[in-house]
């Protein structure tokens, strides 16, 4: 069976999956997670790897994708930050303006039996058919100049580009004198916030919300592009062959199953039709067919072929999404020190994105918070002078049993160790299910405690003494982000919740306070 997934799909896919992130009663959050990832020398246990180091030449696992390590991977997140309307956008391969460059010309009929010209390409969205010029506005290509026979001479690559378009105007035009034979259709300019969040040597990024958008310049260009309001559909006519002997220069309808509209054309003294300029788009078309009004009875020895170009939806500008081929979504999220949700005192080696993951101690309440710590945090008394080192495991004897985390930060300042538990702690060899004779001590997962018992290898002990979500440094008051309870607080996600929709294994990465870690995800449907 002949089957394909189709760009539309994919397309729609990118749509949905950003309208479910703008969607309010959904939390979509990106998170760092896992301090450590392995080294050559001491492997740590389930989910790490001997090559998986800080080295930028290490080479950590790849993902795998099963509902043991999604358990895993939640296991060992420290912190997420919420999506919202200002961190996800569409995005499309950048295209730049250069001067003497041939491009595409958009048509809606690439195909492997009639590849782009210059791309060579059986889909129109490989093809180089739009461009972002220097001024980071976005056009696309309506006609470069090419044609096909006309009296024995073609040129179906076009010309090359000459003149940069700068124009915000409406309607399609020209870019400047040279003539160069490009007509160009504004769209957008990037905006500035976008640039500084989104813009990569790769991609351009669309507005977010094109179809809905109120800004004046985003709302003129696609109401100019609504056929239905303007019966402005068909932009350009293609003259595949010229044919010759029986034209004559005149306006001709555009048959096929829209209505509306008209193109002139201009001949040469053999009858060849050497031009055709769109006079009336009309609307609602998906195919169209030049009616030359022929008597049944005329002879076409030398019959011409004039293709007219039918845009996306209702026409160009309408709908860019569609228009450009959007089915990647780049998403971005910056941790810097603004919380202490986010300690600058840890280090991370996974990256990912998780929807809805439930409040702590509680069932099917979504966490809304604008970010949340996913980390067990401990309040070391005052005697505690020592120095923890991050991803190194501790334990603390309790009444239920012993503890045992891995170190995930520690604020010198605040006197704050948060940790976190994952199953290499509980396997007896670290790595699976192995059977071995500590299995009992082992295997069941117990919290730290409020109590004075020693953590160890940090010889520290939890100040039992302190509730609260601050404490005095000196003369000023710290929020600690989370509220402490005999010394220890939870994490403030249910662990065992929320989809984890993507996760990226990176090279370990040091976290400063000197710093900021500015994420962005490709998401490709």
Not at 206 to 234: E, K, M, Y
Not at 240 to 250: F, I, N, P, R, W
Not at 274 to 292: E, P, R
Not at 447 to 461: L, M
Request: proline share 4%; aromatic share 10%; charged share 20%.
């Amino acid at each position: 069976m002949a089957a394909i997934v189709t760009d539309q799909f994919r397309i729609a896919n990118a749509n949905n999956f950003v309208d479910s992130v703008l969607d309010t009663n959904n939390s979509y959050y990106v998170f760092l997670g896992l301090s450590n990832p392995g080294t050559p020398t001491s492997p740590v246990g389930f989910g790490r790897s001997t090559t998986w180091g800080t080295d930028t030449n290490s080479s950590p696992p790849s993902p795998i994708d099963n509902l043991q390590y999604l358990s895993h991977y939640r296991n060992t997140s420290l912190f997420g930050k919420r999506l919202n309307s200002s961190n996800v956008r569409r995005i499309v391969r950048k295209v730049s303006w250069t001067s003497n460059t041939r491009y595409d010309m958009y048509r809606h009929d690439y195909s492997v039996h009639n590849l782009s010209p210059n791309a060579q390409t059986a889909r129109l969205y490989d093809s180089n058919y739009y461009v972002v010029n220097s001024d980071f506005k976005v056009y696309i290509c309506l006609y470069n100049g090419s044609h096909g026979d006309i009296g024995g001479s073609s040129n179906v690559n076009g010309n090359t580009s000459q003149d940069e378009p700068t124009f915000t105007d409406l309607e399609p035009s020209t870019a400047g004198t040279s003539g160069d034979g490009y007509i160009w259709k504004y769209l957008f300019t990037i905006s500035p916030s976008d640039i500084v969040k989104f813009d990569s040597t790769e991609y351009i990024v669309l507005p977010t919300d094109w179809t809905t958008s109120s800004d004046f310049q985003i709302q003129s260009v696609r109401d100019s592009g609504d056929s239905t309001l303007n019966n402005n559909q068909i932009k350009t006519v293609y003259i595949e062959d010229g044919g010759s002997g029986v034209y004559t220069a005149g306006t001709f309808d555009i048959k096929g199953d829209g209505s509306g509209a008209k193109v002139n054309i201009e001949v040469n003294s053999s009858g060849n039709i050497t031009k055709a300029t769109v006079v009336s788009g009309g609307s609602g078309y998906t195919f169209g067919i030049v009616d030359f009004g022929h008597a049944v009875t005329d002879t076409i020895s030398d019959p011409a072929k004039l293709i007219p170009i039918i845009p996306p939806s209702r026409g160009h500008g309408y709908d860019v999404y569609t228009e450009l081929g959007a089915d990647k979504v780049l998403v971005y999220s910056r941790f810097d020190d603004s919380t202490k949700d986010f300690p600058t005192d840890t280090k991370f080696a996974q990256v990912g994105i998780i929807k809805n993951p439930e409040k702590y101690n509680s069932t099917g309440i979504v966490f809304t918070g604008n970010q949340y710590s996913s980390l067990g945090s401990i309040k070391l008394d005052s005697t505690f002078s020592g120095s923890p080192t991050v991803g190194a495991a501790i334990t603390q004897s309790t009444d239920n049993g012993t503890a045992r985390g891995y170190i995930a930060s520690y604020d010198t300042e605040t006197r704050v160790l948060k940790y976190y538990q994952d199953r290499s702690l509980n396997f007896a060899n670290t790595l699976d299910q192995t059977d071995r004779n500590d299995v009992t001590a082992k295997a069941n997962v117990v919290s730290f405690a409020s109590t004075t018992n020693t953590i160890t290898p940090i010889s520290g002990s939890v100040d039992i003494n302190f509730s609260g979500i601050t404490t005095t440094i000196g003369s000023k008051q710290v929020s600690l982000g989370v509220t402490f309870s005999g010394g220890v607080s939870d994490p403030e996600i249910n662990k065992n919740t929320g989809d984890i929709i993507y996760i990226d294994n990176r090279s370990l990465v040091t976290r400063d306070s000197r710093q900021k870690e500015d994420i962005k995800i490709i998401l490709e449907f």
